[in-house]
């Protein structure tokens, strides 16, 4: 494999010092067994991740049934869980571009499995939001720790394929959830739902204890932070995984810092405001904008679409668990899709984004003013299989537009300010649902996606192909 050199040299022992960026040495390790091994790990994680997903939807009604509260009221457990995710995730955030991409990990991960044990066995309404505030508090680390961690580990050309690919393990974990939620909540009406949110918790265990046992640091993450010596380190351990001599690229008798380069966007790394503000100076002010009203309106699409789903379903007299799984079954062809549109030169990341977002309105319309049990499972498989895949999408076009020394920050930006919004969203959506009207809630959703899609068409700066951003 080709590797770019800096055309600059460094004088050393009468001879010259080859100049790199961190993209030029992950590009000359490749994509290999220490890449797959990564990939299993934060794959481990983003199950785990996953099969929270569809608990609030899947045990919403049994859960109004027992303590005999409304869906309004109901909403307090999405609404306000969502005050401890941006909690989580500014604490782990920081703890991650600060200090490692390690234990803030594993915590955030152990986190969600301690506290969805523990759920499970709650006797009020009100101990159960207690609990699962804690857990929430972890469950933001995943999405904004996972993406950097795999991501500062790949060389460019599969970025954008692995991390869409990411997002299988996750599908088939929402899958299985949808799965073991159709059989336990109706085959056990009193403490079936228990048995599902217990359940659903230990895959977080294996996750934490995966990331402990995969205790590789990234190497860019320790560049940026000026430990080359450690960074050298991961860096022999993953081209000796791979077969590969990081010798033969980087003169060993010569210090790491003399050989990287920056892939610097030209920000002042002296400047005394916090580093997170650097999302809104000059050369990210438009994307930040635009990646902001892009990422809210997915996610709140997704997030009341999943769940509210089961109760729509019931006004509309199908079976809520088997609809909503046969439903959630079409996210993953649709992962497939992006993992190839993404690395096509002529689409790239933004037209796939646009492609996609298209479709998912013509489709939320379409289940709105087309029904019959027919038109309905559907319609919501399409759905699931235009809009799911946007969210990895998403992560891997905001992993790429920020530098590694605020990365984890940026994510957690964008998805503290989701969060935000999500405070109230789950009562509009309660209160739509309420109002027995069947095309009102898709309707809405559809308008929000039509708003993503104007976002999608003014963003103009296309990740695919080019190297990660290091301030250092």
Known sequence: MSVQ??????????????????????????????QVAAYVMVGLTYM??????????LISLKVQDEWSISAVQYANLPALTCIFNILGGVVLSYLSDHYGRVWPYAISVAMIGVGGVASAFAPDYTTFLLIRFFASFGVMGVPILAYPVLIE?????????VLALLTLLPALAVCASGGLGWWLIPTYPVHGWRYFTAAIAFPSFVAAAGRILFFYESPRFLVSQGKFTQA???LVAMARMNGKRLGDLLPERVPLQDMIIPDSDGTDRGSSLPKLLTIFSRPYIRRTLCLSVVYVCL???YYCTTVFLPALLTQLNLNPYFTSFISILGQIPGIFLISILTEWPCVGRLHTLRLMTFFTVVFFLLFAFVRNNVSIPVTGIMIFFFMVPMLPLMYTILSESYPTEIRAQALNFFNTLSACFGLGLPYLGGYLVEQGIPWLFPSMAAALFAIQLMAALILNHETHGMSLLDNF
Do not use: M, Q, W, Y
Request: proline content about 7%; hydrophobic content about 45%.
């Open 299 to 301: 996610t709140a699409g």
């Open 48 to 57: 785990a991740f996953s099969f929270e997903t569809l608990l609030f939807a």
């Open 5 to 34: 050199k800096d055309e600059e040299r460094a004088p050393l022992l009468g001879g010259t010092v080859p100049r790199f960026k961190v993209d030029d040495i992950l590009n000359f390790i490749g994509f290999g067994p220490f």
């Open 153 to 161: 580990f790949l060389p460019v050309r599969n970025r954008g394929r």
């Open 232 to 234: 050298r380190g991961v």
